[in-house]
């Protein structure tokens, strides 16, 4: 409804105006106030119809949402500016906690029902076509997006790459785009892949060597004994033990959120094998 895109628009112009945010983070705040209307939404009129999204989905969508909303909004991204632990923090809450759970919602048909009537069919027309639902296949195949998510991951932290990013609010949004929708279809294609259930064996690979090349870039910051990273000279007291912590939130937490998640699709592929299994009644 028209009234309810105009509390948006004032929330996001509070939000600017109160932290002098830059029009990138606004464009970010903008996004997911505008995917959380449509969700909103969505759910109102499948209600009125009789069709309930399942309460875990949308526990699930929710919480990934504020995750999300937290780690774009201050005080954490501008902390994030000024330490390197805080913006490792930052990008491990979108990748590996705001995505999966959002994503766990199964979010595009409630999205797609908070779509106004009017435009709804035009906007369900472009999502069936073949070449877009071709692409989008081809880029969620695991063995794909496990090798752009991980390719994105260690070049962003390239040094040149990464102080870039810290001077440039064009290149920080840029880069902030690449993790999230690297981490999009990644996820999208481990929990939706082509191949279903059947499929979830390969995703516990993908999963766990992952854990294992982000594990190795972690350590790389906690274990050097110089800051590789010369712009945080600057910014911070102790650049060295905070490039140490910011290794370590990558090292252990985050791994073990990989970890717990690979463990969760080695069972659910355990139960879809049990269930292929046929029966024999003796």
Known sequence: RSDDRVVAMRVVAHVIVTYGMSPWDACAIALLLTSGLLYALGQRRMARRGAMVRSPERWAYWSGWVVMLAAVLPPLDRLAIERFSAHMLQHELLMLVGVPLMIAGR????????????????????????????????????????????????????????????????????????????????????????????????????????????????????????????????????????????????????????TIAGIGLFAAWLGGAERRTPRVVL
């Open 107 to 258: 979010p595009l048909a409630t999205w797609l029902w908070g779509v106004p009537d009017v435009a709804r069919p035009r906007v369900a027309g472009v999502l069936q076509v073949s070449r877009v639902g071709g692409l989008w296949r081809w880029f969620t195949a695991p063995a794909v997006a496990w090798a752009l998510h991980g390719f994105a991951v260690w070049l962003w932290h390239v040094p040149r790459l990464y102080e870039l990013a810290v001077l440039d609010e064009g290149v920080h949004a840029l880069q902030h785009a690449i993790f999230v929708g690297t981490s999009v279809l990644f996820w999208w294609g481990l929990v939706y892949g082509r191949y279903g259930r059947a499929g979830y064996g390969a995703s516990v690979f993908y999963v766990f060597t992952t854990v294992i090349h982000t594990g190795l870039l972690g350590a790389v910051f906690t274990l050097v004994d110089a800051p590789l990273y010369s712009i945080y000279a600057e910014r911070t007291p102790d650049p060295l033990a905070d490039q140490q912590l910011a290794g370590l939130v990558m090292w252990v937490p985050a791994g073990l959120i990989l």
